[in-house]
């Protein structure tokens, strides 16, 4: 990663501007080769400055001025980041949303809802889930039983070798 202090074109708005190299998807889990290059601005304004400075202590910058910045005091820093894609100027583009530590999505799991939202996802939605049967053969992860496998009665045969067994002195 590499950065420097920037201003935006139109208002000056002041950012630390990061040339992020991605080798990684997160999406597909694969490397990736050519390393695509994303740009992120953490904004400078009296309203984002402490989300931007939270952000840059969770990358591991430990220096207490934005002038520091200016130079090259990121250089080789991870992080994971996500991006959405935007219109400016009739044209699309790929822009960093948020900047975060490396692990960070792994760490944060998934927190379920409380009972009470759950229960009213529960009664809104469950209608669906019973328009539609069981797929046989696929494993079960709810509460619901799994299905039960199929028994079979011992055929003759194997009855009469298994009273045979049954015989034997030992």
């Known amino acids: 990663m590499s950065h420097a202090l920037a201003e935006s074109k139109n208002t000056h708005t002041p950012s630390v501007k990061l040339h992020i190299r991605a080798d990684f998807d997160l999406d597909s889990q694969t490397p990736v080769s050519e ?9 400078l304004s009296d ?15 430990t220096g207490y001025d934005f002038e520091e910045l200016n130079g090259t005091c990121l250089e ?3 992080c994971e980041f996500t991006t959405q894609w935007e219109e400016y100027n009739g044209k699309s583009y790929e822009k960093v949303s948020f900047v975060n530590p490396v692990g960070h999505y792994a760490a944060r799991g998934i927190k379920p809802v409380s009972e009470g939202v759950a229960k009213s996802i529960s009664r809104k939605y469950s209608a669906a889930l019973r328009k539609f ?6 494993k079960s992860t709810g509460k619901a039983e799994a299905p039960k496998a199929a028994t079979m009665a ?3 045969e194997a009855q009469n070798l298994e009273d045979e067994i049954n015989k034997l002195p030992f």
């Open 133 to 138: 049967k069981p797929k046989e053969g696929v």
């Open 154 to 156: 011992p055929s003759a």
């Open 35 to 43: 390393g695509k290059v994303y740009y992120a601005d953490l904004w």
């Open 47 to 61: 309203g984002a400055v402490d989300r931007t400075a939270e952000t840059l202590r969770d990358i591991g910058y």
């Open 76 to 78: 080789g820093f991870e």
